[in-house]
């Protein structure tokens, strides 16, 4: 089975937080919410969520590891040296990586995007150039760098791109469900 790590810190977007998890549990992927450095997170709108873990080496079994973004969310996790690690094995081992709006700055401090396309949340493509000055940006709504094995998105209205995008890359046909949460109609309708 197919198996997703969504990882959250305080300051966290809710919405590009539990977006992934909800569309990937309706398609039958394995979502686990593992919080950056403790089970009670608070999201950037005072809105409090619960995690399943913390961070630790398991997230070395994961298909993919998620980062929503929010700029306190995002500062957080960049700063963390012991996630850090993890994402790099997580690269060096050819595994996915996912990160939206702000959380490509973690990226980028993890020397993740050195070489990639990206997206990111408008302004923050500038910020990351001063880390990471070979990093390709993109405006696309999702970006998808199959060498680097990076999924990035740009913001709040993009999360369900995103969650979908993910859930593709991994090999789970996503057509019925877009149908079912009307997502294919708002894509008509844009």
Wanted: hydrophobic residues 45%; glycine residues 8%; charged residues 20%.
């Amino acid at each position: 089975m197919t198996k997703v790590a969504v990882v959250f810190a305080d300051g966290c977007e809710e919405i590009e937080a539990l977006t992934p998890v909800d569309v990937m549990r309706r398609l039958g992927i394995e979502v686990t919410m593992v919080g950056l450095d403790k089970l009670h997170i608070m999201g950037a709108h005072e809105i409090p969520l619960e995690m399943q873990t913390t961070i630790s080496l398991a997230l070395l079994d994961y298909d993919a590891v998620v980062f929503p973004g929010g700029s306190t969310g995002a500062a957080n996790l960049r700063e963390s040296n012991e996630l850090m690690e993890i994402m790099r094995k997580r690269q060096a081992n050819g595994q996915w990586n996912a990160a939206m709006c702000a959380a490509p700055l973690a990226f980028a401090r993890y020397g993740l995007l050195d070489g990639h396309q990206f997206t990111c949340f408008p302004g923050i493509e500038k910020e990351i150039a001063h880390t990471n000055p070979t990093a390709i940006f993109s405006p696309a709504i999702t970006v998808v760098d199959e060498a680097g094995h990076l999924i990035t998105s740009r913001g709040p209205a993009t999360a369900m791109a995103f969650a979908f995008k993910i859930a593709q890359v991994l090999g789970v046909a996503t057509t019925d469900m877009q149908d079912d949460m009307l997502y294919t109609y708002l894509k008509q309708e844009i």
